[in-house]
């Protein structure tokens, strides 16, 4: 900006001009704006200290839920609880419960009491069985089940340890807390570093968060977003196969072939309303049409693809639409004066020019939707899921959860090992947001052409 001149008086009654001093009032206009850009600058250093701290704070609390503490056992297949009669009929030993296999663990445990160095006084192997958790037994099981040639033989198992032993390498147990904690005791803890030193207890990265389903309230440390992310999945192959093609065609009548009266005029200020509904509102939707009418099941993709599609499309409409405008009319001029129809025109030229906008809208509304709760609640989304769906086009209808319904529910549970779940779950949710992003970025330059 350039400074106003200044001028003064001189003794001959003449007026002279500087262009090197400011008047009073430059000097205010410079202050005004040198005011505003502190502001400015205050209230972006404000939201980024915001973000960080936020994102921080769900690092912090989540990054421990991809680390999970396993006691590796050597554990005999007694045939004599196994397979009593030695017919290796699979189908008697699937009669076999987990109460089965518990005493295996105790006795598994009890032998490592015969190493030197391992044994607490006063901690029999029935209360050292517990620093396992309660879904070692049906681990366990379904090995033998998938392996009934191994029983009778003595084999290496990785257990995972019970929320509270894992609770301690974390450090949210300590032996002052055990004290007055039922579920675990100072001698269970002292036995984990026992095993520890031994080798036989490691802390390492848990795959099983991200490949194994939820679990009980008393099983935390087996509670995993398998379910939830092929849910979350599904979801998203509905949506996206449904928003793009009607979103994109509505949007290419409305802007380019629909005649300018009061009735585009009363759809076109729908769809800029639509966009602002509450997201809850859809799920209310949803729930009276797909679920109530229609009779689709409840907590299925399916049905959560079409609640979400409802929600998308007024977004991806107004994307696509702000694309197409931004296309030159001398592109549509041009084509048309060479000979092209209106159809050609549109395909041919305004489409593919408008293509970036048209993906990043999409891709946005995407993400938008992926992040979306209160409609899936509403849906029955939120019931606990320990069944994986099957294989498309069936498991769009086999109950699933959603990855934000999952961190609501964990949110819920009184364990505390659950918050750190949840917190992990958000950091997938978020690396799942940031990989959308970044391919609608990508895409956006890939295809954006200059004219």
């Known amino acids: 900006m350039t400074d106003a001149p200044s001028s003064r008086p001189e ?8 262009l090197l001093e400011q008047d009073a009032r430059t000097r205010r206009r410079n202050a005004a704006e040198a005011r505003f850009r502190a502001y400015g600058l205050a ?20 990054s421990s839920a991809f680390r999970q503490t396993f006691i590796t056992l050597n554990v005999y297949l007694d045939p004599a609880k196994l397979d009593k009669d030695g017919s290796g009929d699979l189908d008697k030993i699937a009669k076999v419960t987990t109460f089965g296999y518990a005493p295996l663990i105790a006795k598994a445990i ?9 044994g607490v006084e006063g901690l029999k192997a029935k209360a050292a069985a517990k620093m396992i958790s309660k879904e070692g037994a049906a681990e366990l099981r379904r090995f033998v089940l998938a392996n009934p040639e191994r029983i009778g033989e003595t084999v290496a198992f990785r257990f995972l340890a019970s929320g509270r032993i894992d609770g301690y390498y974390k450090g949210r147990v300590t032996m002052e807390t055990a004290k007055i904690d039922k579920n675990v005791s100072p001698e269970q803890l002292l036995l984990a570093d026992q095993f520890k030193e031994a080798g036989i207890l490691e802390t390492s990265f848990n795959w099983g968060f991200l490949t194994r389903a939820d679990a009980s309230e008393n099983r935390p440390e087996a509670a995993g977003l398998g379910v939830a992310i092929l849910g979350s999945f599904y979801m998203m192959i509905v949506v996206l196969c449904l928003t793009l093609p009607i979103g994109v065609a509505a949007s290419i009548y409305l802007e380019e072939f629909a005649p300018k009266n009061w009735i585009t005029d009363v759809i076109e200020v729908n769809i800029s309303n639509l966009a602002a509904v509450p997201s809850i509102v859809f799920g209310i939707l949803g729930l009276a049409i797909f679920i109530n009418f229609a009779g689709l099941p409840q907590s299925a ?53 408008a293509a970036p906008g048209i993906l990043t809208g999409t891709i946005i509304g995407l993400a938008q939707a992926l992040g979306e709760t209160a409609p899936l609640l509403l849906i ?17 209808f086999d109950p699933a959860s959603a990855l934000p319904v999952q961190v609501y529910n964990w949110t819920q549970r009184a364990d505390p090992a659950f918050v750190e779940r949840a917190s992990g779950a958000i950091i997938v949710l978020l690396a799942f947001l940031l990989f959308m992003n970044a391919v609608a970025i990508i895409l956006r330059r890939r295809f954006e052409r200059r004219w």
């Open 11 to 18: 003794p001959g009654g003449k007026t002279f001009t500087s």
């Open 43 to 62: 209230a972006i250093t404000v939201a980024m200290l915001a973000l960080v701290g936020l994102l921080s704070s769900i690092l912090y609390n989540g």
């Open 110 to 118: 009890e032998s490592e009491f015969e190493r030197p160095g391992i």
């Open 301 to 353: 993709p399916i049905v959560g693809g079409l609640v979400l599609t409802l929600m998308t499309l007024p977004t991806i409409i107004i994307a696509t639409r702000a694309s197409l405008k931004a296309v030159p009319p001398s592109i549509r001029d041009a084509a048309l004066g060479v000979g092209a129809s209106k159809m050609q025109t549109v395909f041919h030229h305004v489409l593919p020019l």
């Open 380 to 396: 029955g989304m939120v019931a606990f899921v320990r069944e994986f769906p099957a294989a498309p086009p069936e498991g769009f």
